[in-house]
């Protein structure tokens, strides 16, 4: 059964800080997804990796795989308020079940 | 293109009631899928439609829950009788093919007091 882990639970931080959100998972994978969620809205997709050392980034945001370690995560680049939400990661398991981690509460202080 | 949208945004009931939650999916979205996410803890999946047909209804917590989809438009998602244990977030996801990305809706919010 595959099982993902996503730590913290919870991160604030100062507006220009970096950090990193990590997400690690239990059993091979052929896609992880990052997902924001601000309250009362929808999860929206974040970044989507499919490989290896695959590596995206957008904006204040980049999101990094590897498949050996099991391992991606969510790094954070001199942060802004608007940030502020909470993220998932998701694990495919099969070909449509989404497996995802607890979900980070990321708070942005000014 | 409209997103995926739920009805309603939130619900309060009592134990021992039933709700309805409804999803309508993006159109031309065969594939639909229910998720909840219950006490801040990660969403799980509950059941996956191909068209009107469920596919995988592994996650079902219980046959307190039934889902419908009523010719593989929208889906309905029926809790009776509503527990305690039932409150949470009930999400709609849906997508072209299996192997595509899931969209997914805003949630639903279930209070059962």
């Known amino acids: 059964e595959l099982k993902v882990e996503q730590n913290p639970l919870f991160l604030s931080m100062q507006e220009g800080k970096n950090y990193t959100i990590y997400c690690n998972y239990s059993?091979?994978?052929?896609?992880l997804y990052w997902y924001r969620q601000d309250p009362g809205k929808s999860l929206e997709s974040l970044f989507v990796l499919l490989s290896n050392g695959a590596v995206k980034q957008e904006g204040r945001l980049m999101a990094s795989l590897d498949t050996k370690a099991r391992l991606s995560t969510l790094h954070i680049t001199a942060a802004v308020h608007d940030l502020s939400a909470t993220y998932f990661c998701?694990?495919?398991?099969?070909?449509?079940?989404?497996?995802f981690g607890t979900g980070t509460r990321l708070k942005v202080l000014a | 293109e409209a997103g995926v949208t739920q009805f309603p945004s939130h619900s309060v009931i009592e134990k021992g009631q039933t709700v309805t939650l409804r999803c309508d999916p993006i159109?031309?979205?065969?594939?639909l899928y229910w998720y909840r996410r219950v006490m801040g803890k990660e969403i799980k999946f509950l059941l996956h439609f191909v068209k009107e047909s469920k596919q995988d209804e592994s996650g079902m917590p219980n046959n307190r829950f039934l889902a419908e989809r009523t010719g593989g438009t929208y889906s309905t998602l029926k809790v009776q009788p509503a527990e305690l244990e039932d409150s949470g977030v009930y999400f709609c996801?849906?997508?072209?093919?299996?192997?595509?990305?899931?969209?997914f809706g805003p949630g639903t919010r279930l209070t059962v007091t």
């Open positions: 996801a849906s997508s072209r093919d299996r192997v595509d990305e899931q969209y």
């Open positions: 159109s031309g979205h065969d594939n």
């Open positions: 998701a694990v495919e398991e099969g070909t449509y079940k989404y497996i």
């Open positions: 059993t091979t994978s052929d896609r």
